[in-house]
């Protein structure tokens, strides 16, 4: 993330500035967050689609807070051109990309995204946004060490997409197979080609943690890092564990699956038949 500033910045002395053709400027307000949309003069649909977007997510984030910052919505007319504005290639999957108070979205015509999965995606990408705002400041949002599960796992909760992602039973299956991975240390780099699995165990983590801790030491945790806390600090003091604990944890609940809900009683297949024991 932090090579953005970097690429934006030598992209400029190269040909074109990335997205220099959104000059079409409005504002979207609502009653707790502002958004300034930036688009092609001639995308009119896709503007209206995200406009639309923005001004129904307020009510989803409201659970960890306002967006305290009014956030810049940049909607880049092809993926070739949100790849090149933040410095990636190879991210097929990738729609949208999210900072502090700033946001570029792939337009929704250029990948045929229905209204539901455009709600999904700006809920995602603003609630990193907020995370990133409640947790820091303009100038030192992107040195709190907030691993990609956590920040994933926000946003992919918020917008309520698990049913994009692999199942626990699924994800179980697939660490079995692959034990040598590090999904949590490596989930950077393991993103790139095994997305689902890598989000989905992002999703799955932070339902586990929400079950245990629930949303207000979330809140908790953003305001310890923007007092000054980094994320391991600000997770310990709120959750009252380790991250590095709470991973192993939650890995083990996968590896034993502990999500068939082991201790539940079973029943008899066979009920004892007699005069007694037949139901009224
Ligand atoms: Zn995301």
Same mark, same amino acid.
């Given at each position: 993330?932090?090579?953005?500033?970097?690429?934006?910045?030598?992209?400029?002395?190269?040909?074109?500035?990335?997205?220099?053709?959104?000059?079409?400027?409005?504002?979207?307000?609502?009653?707790?967050?502002?958004?300034?949309?930036?688009?092609?003069?001639?995308?009119?649909?896709?503007?209206?689609?995200?406009?639309?977007?923005?001004?129904?997510?307020?009510?989803?984030?409201?659970?960890?807070?306002?967006?305290?910052?009014?956030?810049?919505?940049?909607?880049?007319?092809?993926?070739?051109?949100?790849?090149?504005?933040?410095?990636?290639?190879?991210?097929?999957?990738?729609?949208?990309?999210?900072?502090?108070?700033?946001?570029?979205?792939?337009?929704?015509?250029?990948?045929?995204?229905?209204?539901?999965?455009?709600?999904?995606?700006?809920?995602?990408?603003?609630?990193?946004? !907020?995370?990133?705002? +409640?947790?820091?400041?303009? /100038?030192?949002?992107?040195? %709190?060490?907030? $691993?990609?599960?956590?920040?994933? =796992?926000?946003?992919?909760?918020?917008?309520?997409?698990?049913?994009?992602?692999?199942?626990?039973?699924?994800?179980?299956?697939?660490?079995?197979?692959?034990?040598?991975?590090?999904?949590?240390?490596?989930?950077?780099?393991?993103?790139?080609?095994?997305?689902?699995?890598?989000?989905?165990?992002?999703?799955?983590?932070?339902?586990?943690?929400?079950?245990?801790?629930?949303?207000?030491?979330?809140?908790?945790?953003?305001?310890?890092?923007?007092?000054?806390?980094?994320?391991?600090?600000?997770?310990?003091?709120?959750?009252?564990?380790?991250?590095?604990?709470?991973?192993?944890?939650? !890995?083990?609940?996968? +590896?034993?699956?502990?999500? /068939?809900?082991?201790?539940? %009683?079973?029943? $008899?297949?066979?009920?004892?038949? =007699?005069?007694?024991?037949?139901?009224?």
């Amino acid at each position: 993330m932090k090579g953005w500033l970097l690429l934006l910045s030598l992209g400029a002395v190269g040909c074109v500035t990335p997205l220099s053709s959104l000059t079409r400027v409005s504002t979207v307000a609502t009653a707790t967050a502002r958004f300034e949309l930036k688009t092609e003069p001639t995308a009119t649909e896709d503007e209206a689609r995200v406009r639309g977007a923005l001004e129904r997510s307020v009510a989803k984030l409201e659970r960890w807070g306002n967006l305290a910052v009014a956030v810049t919505v940049r909607i880049a007319p092809t993926h070739l051109e949100l790849e090149r504005a933040v410095g990636r290639r190879g991210y097929d999957w990738l729609r949208a990309w999210a900072r502090y108070d700033d946001l570029i979205v792939q337009s929704p015509g250029s990948w045929a995204g229905t209204d539901r999965d455009v709600d999904e995606l700006i809920v995602h990408e603003l609630t990193h946004c !907020l995370l990133f705002q +409640r947790s820091g400041t303009s /100038r030192n949002w992107d040195t %709190k060490q907030i $691993p990609l599960w956590f920040r994933e =796992g926000m946003a992919t909760v918020t917008a309520d997409q698990g049913l994009r992602f692999p199942s626990l039973e699924d994800l179980a299956d697939w660490l079995e197979r692959n034990p040598e991975l590090d999904v949590f240390g490596d989930a950077e780099q393991l993103s790139k080609e095994a997305y689902g699995q890598i989000y989905g165990t992002s999703f799955h983590a932070m339902r586990f943690l929400l079950k245990r801790v629930g949303d207000k030491a979330i809140v908790d945790m953003m305001a310890a890092m923007q007092k000054g806390d980094d994320f391991e600090g600000a997770f310990t003091r709120a959750s009252g564990t380790t991250p590095k604990r709470f991973e192993a944890d939650f !890995l083990n609940y996968l +590896r034993f699956r502990g999500f /068939r809900g082991f201790g539940l %009683k079973v029943r $008899p297949r066979l009920r004892p038949v =007699g005069p007694d024991t037949r139901p009224p």
